[in-house]
């Protein structure tokens, strides 16, 4: 190797080694922040409290209890006082509750509730002489002996529980409801009026041309119920004691019906419970089924199953907690530092108290469930620590075996320089004695 190239090689060489050298510096300046980040979770982890779980016996408390023989009465709470009404002198104000049966009225939305509307109506047969009748078409005109006009359709599955009761009443045999035509109006109190008469007599009468005889039967509407589901409505009776009791009550939770006629009010059971509901809330259920139009092939659903929730009232007893605050001198006779007796500034005698330990099993879970959660937030923060030092970890151990591998080629870099170094100093020994000679 000639001088020339011997210097290059070693210059090439000295660069490589610096660049070597940077780079272990950078990597150490690396080592060194993952370093830092490390001691930062550590800290964090030490910093950490963990958390401890509850231990019930201290949710525990000394409960004070007594009775007057009707009602069973708690103390919740005591606070010690120095009070002085009239001729008693009172050491605590004290709070306690009771447990105490109230009628009230409640109102439910009964989602699914399936109203029908049933007509009720009397029925009537009648025979007149001296009727015309005509045909055009399926219809007939019929008039009667004082000039009187109508116009008779043929009957249809509407008019079908009529024509039932009219049969059930032996007025009429029915085998087919196209078999009677109808004619409708209302009577003089506004009640719808449906007279029937049978197809063959119309035509009988139609065919001869002449006037004759005609009977006909005959309903008026005078009243209507209604059916939820399987359940039969009545009119609200003032006469049942029951009834009445239950609808004062509703009336007085519920103002908005104190002005509902009695008329208005509608009762009925269902799961053991008697209800109370108003014509207009019904009527809006069964308008509002009407309204829809069912696409069933299958013919499962009808129009009663798309109406709207009905709000429906019922009343019963609830026990209710109840809950007073008042001046009471407490005594303790025993010495045992638990008071025996109790005297309220509401009541004339001194009653007994009756001592036990209570849990309160609801601060309790409280308490659990905060320690629970608590505890989860505190295994998340260690897991999230622990997941982070290990990348550090790794990414220290990535560096340490780059840094070893830059090491060794530090070391070979070293060992090639000496050689060209030795190479580069025997040729300048050859050169200079060259030229000596």
Same mark, same amino acid.
């Given at each position: 190797m000639?001088?020339?190239?011997? $210097?290059?090689?070693?210059?090439?060489?000295t660069?490589r080694k610096?660049n =070597?050298?940077y780079?272990?510096?950078q990597i150490?300046q690396?080592r060194?922040?993952l370093?830092?980040?490390?001691?930062e979770?550590?800290?964090k982890?030490?910093?950490?409290? /963990?958390?401890?779980?509850?231990?019930?016996? !201290?949710?525990?408390?000394?409960q004070? %209890?007594?009775?007057?023989?009707?009602n069973?009465y708690e103390?919740d709470k005591?606070?010690? =006082? !120095?009070?002085?009404?009239?001729?008693e002198?009172?050491?605590?104000?004290v709070t306690?509750?009771f447990? $105490?049966?109230?009628?009230?009225?409640i109102?439910?939305t009964?989602?699914n509730?399936? /109203?029908q509307?049933?007509?009720?109506f009397?029925?009537?047969?009648?025979?007149e002489n001296?009727?015309?009748?005509?045909?055009q078409?399926?219809?007939?005109?019929?008039t009667?002996?004082s000039?009187?006009a109508?116009?008779?359709t043929?009957?249809?599955e509407?008019?079908l529980?009529?024509?039932k009761k009219l049969?059930?009443?032996?007025?009429i045999?029915?085998?087919n409801?196209?078999?009677?035509?109808k004619?409708?109006?209302? !009577?003089?109190?506004g009640?719808?009026v449906k007279?029937?008469?049978k197809?063959?007599d119309?035509e009988?009468l139609?065919?001869?041309?002449?006037?004759? +005889?005609l009977?006909?039967?005959k309903?008026?509407q005078n009243?209507f119920?209604y059916?939820?589901g399987?359940?039969?409505?009545?009119?609200?009776?003032?006469? !049942?004691?029951i +009834?009445?009791?239950?609808l004062? +009550?509703?009336r007085?939770?519920?103002?908005?019906l104190a002005? /509902?006629a009695d008329s208005?009010i509608? =009762?009925?059971?269902?799961?053991g419970k008697?209800y109370?509901?108003?014509?207009v809330d019904l009527?809006?259920?069964?308008?509002s089924?009407?309204?829809? $139009?069912v696409?069933d092939k299958?013919?499962?659903?009808s129009?009663?199953?798309? +109406? /709207?929730?009905?709000?429906?009232y019922y009343?019963t007893?609830i026990?209710?907690?109840?809950? $007073?605050?008042e001046y009471?001198?407490l005594?303790?006779?025993?010495g045992?530092g638990?008071?025996?007796?109790?005297k309220?500034?509401?009541?004339d005698t001194t009653? %007994?108290?009756?001592?036990?330990e209570?849990?309160d099993?609801?601060a309790?879970?409280?308490?659990m469930?905060?320690?629970n959660?608590?505890?989860?937030?505190y295994?998340?923060k260690l897991a999230?620590?622990?997941?982070?030092?290990?990348?550090?970890?790794v990414?220290?151990?990535t560096?340490?075996?780059?840094l070893r591998q830059l090491?060794t080629e530090?070391?070979a870099?070293?060992?090639?320089?000496?050689?060209v170094?030795?190479v580069?100093q025997k040729?300048i020994?050859t050169t200079?004695?060259?030229f000596?000679s």
């Open positions: 000639g001088m020339a190239a011997s $210097q290059a090689r070693y210059l090439g060489l660069a610096t =070597v050298e780079e272990g510096q150490n690396a060194t922040a370093a830092n980040q490390s001691a979770l550590w800290n982890m030490l910093n950490m409290s /963990v958390p401890i779980a509850p231990n019930k016996t !201290d949710y525990v408390e000394q004070y %209890a007594f009775t007057d023989g009707v069973e103390i005591l606070q010690q =006082v !120095d009070k002085e009404i009239g001729d002198k009172y050491n605590y104000q306690y509750h447990n $105490q049966n109230v009628y009230k009225a109102q439910e009964n989602s509730p399936q /109203v509307k049933i007509e009720k009397t029925t009537d047969q009648k025979t001296n009727i015309s009748v005509t045909k078409g399926s219809n007939f005109n019929v009667d002996s000039g009187t109508a116009i008779f043929t009957c249809d509407k008019d529980d009529e024509l049969a059930q009443e032996g007025k045999t029915l085998d409801v196209a078999q009677f035509s004619c409708e109006g209302e !009577d003089d109190n009640n719808k007279l029937f008469c197809n063959t119309l009988a139609a065919q001869s041309g002449t006037a004759g +005889q009977t006909y039967a309903t008026t009243d119920s059916k939820l399987n359940a039969q409505a009545e009119r609200y009776n003032s006469a !049942d004691k +009834q009445k009791t239950a004062e +009550q509703i007085h939770d519920y103002p908005e002005t /509902v208005d509608w =009762v009925y059971e269902r799961n008697m109370f509901a108003t014509t009527e809006k259920c069964v308008n089924g009407n309204g829809n $139009q696409n299958y013919q499962i659903s129009p009663i199953d798309y +109406q /709207v929730a009905l709000p429906q009343a007893d026990e209710e907690k109840i809950t $007073q605050t009471a001198r005594d303790d006779r025993s045992t638990r008071y025996q007796n109790i309220l500034e509401s009541m009653l %007994a108290l009756n001592s036990q209570k849990a099993d609801a309790y879970e409280d308490a469930q905060q320690y959660y608590n505890i989860t937030k295994e998340k999230e620590i622990n997941a982070k030092t290990s990348l550090i970890q990414e220290d151990r560096l340490e075996l780059r090491d530090q070391k870099l070293s060992t090639e320089m000496e050689a170094k030795s580069i040729n020994e200079f004695k060259t000596s």
